[in-house]
C-alpha cells in the first residue's frame, strides 16, 4: 500500500464552520486503470463502447478509451481521505450532489487528483452540513475532467 503524500486537514466537528471559503489539497495522484473503468462497466452495466471497446474507442474523437464521467464521482472517498478528516463525527454521510461536469475526459491509464473548496457550512440539528465543491484534474490536462459540489453531513 501506498502511502499518502498529502496529509489530511483535521477539524474537530464543531469547529467545521471555521472552514468555510478554505481550500484542501491536492490528493495524491491516482491512476484510472483501464481495469477499473471495466470492473465499473460491469457493474453499473454501462458498457459503451467509449469505455470498453478499444477499436471503437481508437477510431473515435477522443482516439482512447476514456472513463466513466460517474467513475470520477465513486472515487471521492480517498482523495478526500487525504484532504481532511473531521473527528468527534457520530456518523457522515453523503447526502447528495448539487451539480456535476465532466468538462474533459479522462483516458484510461491517466491520473486524476483532487482540490476541493468548502463552499458552505449550516449547522443541522446535532451536526453540520457541508457542502464542498471537488475538482478533479487531470496530469498534463487543460481542463478538469470533473467539478462536483458534494453535499455531506456530519453527526454528532
Known amino acids: 500500500m501506498n502511502t499518502p503524500l498529502t496529509t489530511p486537514v483535521t ?6 464552520p471555521g472552514l468555510q471559503g478554505r ?3 491536492p490528493s495524491d495522484w491516482r491512476m484510472i486503470r483501464q481495469e477499473d473503468i471495466d470492473v465499473f462497466a460491469d457493474l453499473t452495466g454501462d458498457h459503451n463502447p467509449i469505455h ?10 477522443y ?11 465513486s472515487i471521492v ?28 475526459p479522462t483516458p ?14 449550516t449547522e443541522l440539528d446535532g ?14 490536462g487543460e481542463k478538469p475532467v470533473c467539478v462536483a459540489e458534494f453535499v455531506l453531513r456530519y453527526y454528532r
Not at 11 to 16: C, G, I, S, T
Open 11 to 16: 477539524v474537530p466537528l464543531d469547529e467545521l
Open 23 to 25: 481550500t484542501l489539497g
Open 52 to 61: 470498453v471497446d478499444e477499436a471503437f474507442a481508437a477510431s473515435s474523437v
Open 63 to 73: 482516439g482512447t478509451r476514456i472513463a466513466h464521467g460517474l467513475l470520477s464521482l
Open 77 to 104: 472517498v480517498p482523495h478526500l481521505s487525504q484532504l481532511w478528516k473531521v473527528t468527534g463525527v457520530g456518523v457522515g454521510i453523503n447526502y447528495g450532489l448539487n451539480k456535476v461536469r465532466f468538462p474533459a
Open 108 to 121: 484510461a491509464g491517466a491520473r486524476v487528483r483532487a482540490r476541493a473548496e468548502v463552499l458552505e457550512v
Open 127 to 140: 451536526g453540520w452540513q457541508v457542502v464542498l465543491k471537488v475538482t478533479y484534474e487531470l496530469e498534463g
